[in-house]
């Protein structure tokens, strides 16, 4: 059982940043996977980024890497996703998920939160 809750979202201008914020709690955090994914209206989710909780496997979804940073804070139980360079095409619901496994990447999540909205403006 792993409970998600997602913040840092909001408006903000083109070429501009936001950091993401995913607060986590686990009866155990040992094999743990989480994942930001995002939905726009009328298109299909999509993975952007996972990591392990141990934050020595890290995966990205296709051109996310570079603009796009997934990044863990066990101490404070929390993964973070660093957005830079935004576009408006970046605006989407941006959830946080969570699984039981190893792989950073996009199968098998179980555990969701319930969004936050990112508006890129122009």
């Known amino acids: 059982q792993v409970q998600l809750v997602e913040s840092g979202g909001g408006v903000v201008q083109a070429g501009g940043s936001l950091r993401l914020s995913c607060a986590a709690s686990?009866?155990?955090?040992?094999?743990?996977?989480i994942a930001w994914w995002r939905q726009a209206p009328e298109k299909d989710r999509e993975f952007v980024a996972a990591t392990r909780w141990s934050g020595d496997s890290t995966g990205y979804g296709k051109f996310m890497k570079g603009r796009f940073a997934i990044s863990t804070d066990n101490a404070k139980n929390t993964v973070y996703l660093q957005m830079n360079s935004l576009r408006p095409e970046d605006t989407a619901d941006y959830y946080c998920?969570?699984?039981?496994?190893?792989?950073?990447?996009?199968?098998?999540?179980?555990?969701w939160g319930q969004g936050t909205q990112v508006t890129v403006s122009s």
């Open positions: 998920a969570a699984k039981y496994g190893f792989n950073p990447d996009e199968r098998g999540y179980n555990y």
């Open positions: 686990a009866r155990t955090f040992r094999d743990v996977v």
